[in-house]
């Protein structure tokens, strides 16, 4: 059984340990060192070969993105020029074609002048021989015409060729002038006639006037009798004072369709 005077050994005190570091501690701190500096040495060789290679590739790189940049601008330039080579072929093509086109055009337009110009010069021909048959035809009608009416003055003397809007000189007893003209329109269309009659007598008169319409054949076609209510100024009196002009229009009863050709004015 121990004795409680017996000292009791103190505990370690870390800082103490730090202090009292044996020889061979001491001894291995230079080597550390000299260790360190070697593996900083190697670590900054190879971040050096490392950033040469870096440097060496971003270099290539470099380069090789140079040469691919200066490939594509040549490959666009001929492409380019591949394009305007085409295109300029296309115009002229197409300048051939229109070219080509324009000629066939200008030639069928020369043939169709041509061919007009023969239809022309043949139409031409025929209508210069169609108007001179209608002159002749004309002349033979109007020869016809002058046959006819001698005949018919022939047998029926005092009649006249009637013409529309002529006035004609009668100087048959009172009656001086007489003219024709159309009244009415569509089948209302009438001849009608414009008389002047003069009283040259010292005396009172009263004028019996007809009027007679033939066709072309002398076949009377219309009749119409002067008479106080034609008169183109109202008067009450049927005769005619001695010196008196009076002036008489009426539309001409038809009694034939067929156009009037000659007139006839009767008088007692």
């Known amino acids: 059984m121990g004795s409680s005077n017996e000292a009791t050994p103190a505990a370690a005190d870390p800082d103490d340990a730090s202090l009292t570091q044996t020889p061979a501690g001491v001894a291995d701190q230079p080597l550390a060192k000299t260790q360190g500096a070697s593996d900083e040495r190697r ?19 470099s380069r090789r993105g140079e040469h691919s940049s200066h490939a594509s601008t040549s490959e666009l330039s001929r492409e380019r020029r591949r394009r305007q080579l085409w295109a300029a072929r296309g115009l002229a093509l197409t300048a051939i074609v229109t070219s080509v086109v324009l000629s066939l055009l200008l030639i069928q337009a020369r043939a169709k002048v041509a ?20 002159l002749q035809t004309k002349q033979l009608v109007a020869a016809q015409e002058v046959e006819l009416g001698a005949l018919l003055k022939q047998r029926i003397p005092g009649v006249t060729n009637l013409e529309l809007e002529k006035l004609y000189e009668i100087n048959k007893k009172q009656v001086k002038k007489l003219s024709f003209s159309e009244a009415g329109v569509g089948a209302e269309k009438r001849l009608a006639y414009y008389a002047v009659l003069k009283n040259a007598d010292a005396v009172p008169v009263v004028p019996a006037v007809t009027i007679l319409l033939f066709d072309r054949k002398g076949l009377q076609t219309g009749m119409a009798r002067v008479t106080r209510e034609a008169a183109t100024t109202p008067t009450e009196r049927e005769q005619l004072l001695p010196g008196e002009t009076r002036a008489y229009s009426a539309t001409i009863e038809a009694i034939r369709d ?11």
């Open 43 to 61: 670590g900054d060789s190879v971040r050096g070969s490392r950033s040469s290679r870096h440097s060496s590739r971003s270099h290539s790189g």
């Open 115 to 134: 061919t007009h110009g023969m239809e022309n010069g043949t139409l031409a021909s025929e209508l210069n021989r169609a108007q001179s048959e209608l």
């Open 258 to 268: 067929d156009p009037p050709a000659y007139f006839m004015v009767e008088t007692r």
